[in-house]
């Protein structure tokens, strides 16, 4: 989330975090859903970038990209665990 601040950084991934929760019918609490909104933020930002050149901007686009990327976690999290 490149040109934001830490605390726009930690609204967008705590914001990102929660519609990922609701999307994925999954439950999670406050610093899960931040660190996972951030966390999802990089990782889609980085496949982005490296398949078409750039990514989204703005609060709203880099919201988009942290709920997607969020939500691609907690299913990625989902089908290690069940692997087991």
Do not use: P, Y
């Given at each position: 989330?490149?040109?934001?601040?830490w605390?726009?950084?930690?609204?967008?991934?705590?914001?990102?975090?929660w519609i990922?929760?609701?999307v994925?019918?999954?439950?999670?609490?406050?610093i899960?859903?931040?660190?996972?909104?951030?966390?999802?933020a990089?990782?889609?930002?980085?496949?982005l970038?490296?398949?078409?050149?750039?990514?989204?901007?703005?609060?709203?686009g880099?919201?988009?990209?942290?709920?997607?990327?969020?939500?691609?976690?907690?299913?990625?999290?989902?089908?290690?665990?069940?692997?087991?």
């Open positions: 989330m490149a040109g934001f601040g605390i726009m950084t930690i609204i967008i991934g705590g914001l990102a975090g990922a929760e609701k994925m019918s999954a439950d999670h609490g406050l899960t859903n931040i660190i996972l909104g951030i966390l999802g990089v990782l889609l930002n980085a496949i970038v490296g398949l078409f050149g750039s990514t989204l901007g703005g609060f709203i880099q919201l988009i990209v942290a709920a997607i990327g969020a939500s691609l976690l907690i299913f990625l999290w989902r089908a290690i665990r069940e692997r087991r």
